[in-house]
């Protein structure tokens, strides 16, 4: 994958872990901790089962059940309309005239989500609660006249809701003068520490970045990181130390997208094994960190362990925020993710083995934006509808292995206290379930016993339907929790096969569900040259269906489906099934776009094998990628330009031709610098078009940007379409001189 976005992390996420874990199965001669030395000449099979039996702590367990959790950008950013702030700004701007932190937590707490994190203090060193330390805090503010508190009201209202409450202090700190000269900053930087610490309660999270640059004393910082995880242990020993921490690990791309197989157990993130050796069982690692890059496709496989000197518990945060900014800016307000983009992006983090941090900015008044509200409550409705009924709850299993207390039954209960385990040392088995009736569902949740470990490698889904058994979806890992989507299945009986398990798999949870019905469309998008009809279709027996061929929302005003749909020029069809008159909470889009039917496409370097899209043909099928950079239909070209030519078969007028890109600096993902179009009647004579220049700009904003060029009413068979990738990642950017990518998708002739 392209390198992950390191402008929030100038190094990457620490491997430190922390504390005595706590397991209930044992293997022969095993210890269950959060981490484990091995020993020169350890088998490749013992190191498999020492991985088996690594487990998380008491307070990496507890973070991992909140599963959905808010980060809150707030400060002088939301009032400059800038990201980042470059320390000058003075306290004044800060003045939230109708402040309320008791709306974003109630609102937060009705989305779902169990804990809030404040950001603080951000890089424009801007204190929101009143330092001792410093005057650059909102005691100099108007607000309140100088006495208010942000971070003291957001810790009550999070009591008053029961929600727990983390915080973000940025070690970068573009105001304070002492910046620079490390010995005094790391004091500074751990007096503030103790004071968020020690003057709001409990504090469950406790969010560090690495970003860093120079002080205004032009020297750069080195950060004391053991001395401020001794603050953190001394004051709050219950919080995780989250991203440049010992507890919990970045993800590596803040899209909110995780990877299909994640990892809780790493390897080799200590770096002095007697200091491991001599440390006390509460923090065994604190002190024996290595920085590490741990943002690669795959970090703890059977390959990637067998070599370890150390394997530890350090499990993914995956965070994103609603908004294409961190911070509040109006001009995003059209631009808040749908409920339909926040459910892709749950079932992507919370359903791959991660925990989902998803900011939600406050605006300028200091309250949640009504564009995110409408957003966060159409989600939560969305995953209630799906998540209320396990249709496993009344079933029968039956499984093959099973050990004493541990049956089958364990997995379908409801109580994630209790799992289904195999015999010892028994690696495959398959729980089968049958239901009292046929039943269909699309949606499944699997969960692993994490106070055991992580060790299921393989598995998959079968349904009994027409006389046999029928895959019906599958994946890797599975660890605290693994959702999956797939087609409707109407079925009595199935199964749960574990393919492959580094020891007895621990099965906690094993769920089927039916989402609300949804609308399909036949095809699902694409392009086309006249015409084009499109079929729609819901799984929701007696629903009505309701579209619009604009791309808006339908209501039950829309018009209303009742024969296949002619289109005829370029169009989103949008569509919401309805029963008994009120439209379900989640839309289908498909887009169709009008444009000359390109015969054959060659390129002249192929695309990444990390990013090959569906083929050359990606480029002209007529389906849009979009910002997920991992969605499949984009063709990747790490320092490569892109080259293709185009054959329309024969030579027709053609007016323009546009072509897609996508940006995603954090993941070293830039914008052509130019596209450059050539046309041909034969292949042999071109026609050099204007070209089109993209400067390149600093952009946190991951968006899809179409650039056009114009042909002049031309006669064309074949189109040569150069697009320049920028080469290497620019001096400004934390990867400069490294590898830049160049993401393409859908080349549209007109």
């Given amino acids: 994958m392209p390198?992950?976005?390191?402008?929030?992390?100038c190094i990457h996420a620490m491997a430190v872990l922390g504390s005595t874990a706590i397991g209930q199965e044992k293997a022969p001669m095993e210890t269950a901790?959060?981490?484990?030395?091995?020993?020169?000449?350890?088998?490749?099979?013992?190191i498999i089962r020492k991985a088996a039996h690594v487990v998380p702590s008491p307070r990496q367990i507890s973070w991992q059940e909140r599963e959905f959790i808010a980060f809150v950008h707030f400060g002088t950013n939301t009032f400059t309309n800038r990201e980042w702030g470059t320390g000058t700004e003075s306290p004044s701007v800060f003045n939230p005239t109708a402040f309320d932190a008791r709306q974003w937590v109630k609102v937060i707490r009705d989305a779902g989500m169990r804990m809030v994190i404040i950001t603080a203090k951000h890089h424009d060193g801007l204190c929101l609660w009143p330092s001792r330390y410093t005057d650059h805090s909102i005691r100099n503010s108007p607000w309140r006249g100088g006495k208010g508190d942000v971070v003291g009201d957001v810790a009550a209202a999070c009591r008053e809701f029961g929600l727990k409450f983390g915080v973000y202090l940025s070690p970068w700190d573009r105001h304070e003068p002492t910046y620079g000269d490390s010995p005094k900053y790391n004091e500074f930087f751990r007096h503030q520490l103790r004071e968020l610490l020690s003057n709001y309660g409990e504090i469950s999270e406790v969010w560090f970045d690495g970003a860093c640059g120079e002080g205004p004393n032009g020297k750069r910082q080195v950060y004391d990181w053991s001395s401020y995880y001794s603050v953190v242990r001394e004051l709050q020993p219950g919080a995780v130390i989250a991203i440049m921490g010992p507890d919990v690990r970045w993800v590596g791309t803040e899209s909110g997208y995780g990877r299909e197989t994640e990892w809780s157990v790493a390897p080799d993130l200590a770096g002095d094994l007697d200091s491991i050796a001599a440390a006390s069982q509460q923090t065994p690692l604190d002190g024996a960190f290595v920085p590490r890059d741990l943002t690669a496709d795959d970090l703890g496989s059977r390959e990637k362990i067998l070599h370890a000197r150390t394997l530890v518990w350090y499990p993914a945060e995956t965070d994103v925020s609603i908004r294409p900014?961190?911070?509040?800016?109006?001009?995003?307000?059209?631009?808040?993710?749908?409920?339909?983009?926040?459910?892709?992006?749950?079932?992507?983090?919370?359903?791959?083995?991660?925990?989902?941090?998803?900011?939600i900015p406050p605006d300028t008044r200091g309250r949640i934006h009504d564009d995110d509200i409408r957003s966060l409550m159409g989600m939560r409705r969305i995953l209630n509808a799906t998540f209320d009924s396990n249709l496993l709850a009344q079933a029968s299993p039956r499984a093959t292995s099973a050990r004493d207390g541990h049956d089958g039954a364990c997995a379908i209960d409801g109580d994630n206290g209790t799992y289904w385990t195999t015999e010892e040392g028994v690696l495959s088995a398959t729980l089968e379930c049958t239901l009292p009736s046929e039943r269909t569902f699309d949606r499944a949740m699997l969960q692993e016993y994490i106070r055991v470990g992580?060790?299921?490698?393989?598995?998959?889904?079968?349904?009994?339907?027409?006389?046999?058994?029928?895959?019906?979806a599958g994946g890797t890992t599975i660890g605290y929790k693994r959702l999956l989507r797939f087609p409707p299945v109407t079925a009595s009986r199935l199964r749960l096969v574990i393919d492959r398990s580094r020891w007895s798999p621990a099965i906690s949870t094993f769920g089927v569900f039916k989402a609300p019905p949804r609308v399909t469309a036949v095809p699902e998008g694409g392009a086309f040259e006249d015409s084009l009809t499109v079929r729609l279709s819901t799984d929701g027996e007696g629903a009505a269906i309701h579209y619009t061929l604009d791309g808006t929302t339908p209501t039950v005003g829309s018009m209303r489906y009742t024969s296949p749909i002619v289109i005829r020029r370029t169009?989103?069809?949008?569509?919401?099934?309805?029963?008994?008159?009120?439209?379900?909470?989640?839309?289908?889009?498909?887009?169709f776009t009008r444009c000359l039917r390109v015969s054959g496409i060659t390129l002249e370097k192929p695309s990444s094998l990390q990013y090959p899209g569906r083929g050359s043909a990606t480029l002209v099928d007529g389906m849009r990628g979009s910002t997920d950079l991992h969605d499949g239909r984009w063709l990747g070209f790490e320092r490569d330009d892109m080259i293709a030519v185009l054959d329309l078969g024969r030579s027709r007028p053609v007016s323009r031709i546009t072509a897609g890109f996508l940006q995603?600096?954090?993941?070293?993902?830039?914008?052509?610098?130019?596209?450059?179009?050539?046309?041909?009647?034969?292949?042999?004579?071109?026609?050099m078009l204007p070209a089109v220049s993209y400067p390149l700009k600093q952009s946190e904003?991951?968006?899809?940007?179409?650039?056009?060029v114009a042909t002049g009413r031309g006669e064309a068979r074949y189109v040569r379409i150069v697009a320049r990738n920028v080469g290497t990642c620019p001096p400004w950017h934390p990867g400069a001189g490294g590898k830049a990518w160049l993401f393409v998708d859908e080349i549209i002739v007109e």
């Fill in 33 to 46: 901790h959060n981490v484990a030395v091995i020993a020169p000449g350890t088998t490749a099979g013992d």
């Fill in 3 to 9: 390198p992950p976005r390191l402008i929030r992390f």
């Fill in 571 to 591: 169009s989103t069809v949008t569509a919401l099934a309805a029963l008994k008159g009120e439209l379900c909470v989640e839309s289908t889009a498909a887009r």
């Fill in 325 to 359: 900014g961190w911070f509040y800016h109006p001009d995003q307000d059209a631009r808040v993710k749908t409920p339909e983009q926040l459910v892709d992006i749950y079932y992507s983090s919370v359903g791959r083995n991660s925990v989902l941090l998803l900011n």
């Fill in 701 to 708: 904003e991951v968006l899809v940007r179409d650039l056009t």
């Fill in 664 to 687: 995603n600096q954090g993941s070293w993902i830039f914008l052509p610098s130019s596209v450059e179009v050539s046309i041909s009647s034969d292949g042999g004579h071109w026609v």
């Fill in 454 to 472: 992580q060790r299921v490698e393989g598995f998959h889904l079968e349904a009994w339907t027409g006389g046999s058994w029928k895959p019906v």
